[in-house]
């Protein structure tokens, strides 16, 4: 998985998320969660680091769930939701369970909703394993190549795609910087997680403030860089022009085929 061709990955994960959206049966959804099985074992994805990327996304999928799961006129939305999952719940458990008035619980809609964050979690795993499988440098060189038809027009790709590099290789250098400033003023005794609002915003400001300033004295410094190299003169060369192989085009074809056979079955 590691060595596929990148547009090869994300031209899969494009199509397995239209897939997820398309599928609006249990077996179709069944068929992506094994596909997804399948491609997370071949990238010898971990379990663990797949469900801490879910963690974020833990309030909304609850708030989602918890939504359709309850309703003001238990009755109509029991009525409504059934549509959605037809010979699925048992007769005993299709009527909805009133609590107060005309709120209760609908099993139809806890149904749906958890057919929505199986969903939602799917989308958020596949993409975490081209994440995991895929280099900056990957990933930069297969949005070059996608954006190159627009090159024709006069379109700079080769700036966009150094533009999204740049981002992709500062993040993990901001997030120390922040963690960095965060320390340094904890050590001069500014409390983040103590007294009012408004000393807790100020605490914060003492730490965004000089974040900010570090990341356009760092962005001045490497337009200097790049500035002195000759960036944007002349035609840009690579060392390592890699083709896509017969091994990424195989795996294209099939998995594709089976995306649209899952979304034309299901």
């Not at 590691?2 to 031209?11: G, L």
Request: aromatic share 10%.
């Amino acid at each position: 998985m590691h060595d596929i061709d990148a547009r090869v990955k994300i031209v899969l994960v494009f199509a397995y998320s239209i897939t997820l959206f398309l599928v609006a049966t249990w077996p179709g959804m069944a068929c992506c969660l094994l596909l997804f099985a399948l491609g997370a074992r071949v990238a010898r994805l971990p379990l663990g680091r797949a469900l801490r990327q879910l963690l974020p996304l833990g309030i909304v999928l609850a708030i989602a769930l918890i939504s359709s799961s309850f309703s003001f006129d238990a009755v109509h939305a029991a009525m409504v939701g059934a549509e959605g999952v037809p010979n699925v719940l048992p007769p005993w458990f299709s009527s909805p369970l009133i609590i107060v008035g005309s709120f209760g619980f609908v099993p139809a809609g806890f149904l749906r909703g958890c057919f929505y964050v199986i969903r939602i979690a799917l989308l958020v795993c596949a993409s975490l394993i081209l994440t995991s499988t895929t280099t900056s440098t990957d990933m930069t060189r297969a949005l070059e190549s996608f954006l190159s038809p627009l090159g024709r027009i006069g379109v700079p790709t080769r700036d966009a795609a150094t533009i999204v590099s740049i981002a992709l290789r500062f993040i993990p250098v901001t997030v120390d910087e922040f963690h960095m400033v965060k320390a340094a003023q904890t050590a001069r005794g500014a409390s983040f997680d103590a007294g009012t609002l408004r000393y807790r915003l100020r605490a914060w400001e003492t730490v965004l403030i000089p974040l900010f300033v570090g990341l356009y004295r760092r962005a001045d410094d490497l337009s200097c860089a790049m500035e002195a190299r000759c960036y944007g003169i002349g035609r840009a060369t690579r060392l390592d022009c890699r083709k896509m192989s017969m091994r990424s085009f195989g795996l294209l074809v099939c998995v594709s085929a089976i995306c649209v056979l899952i979304a034309w079955g299901f």
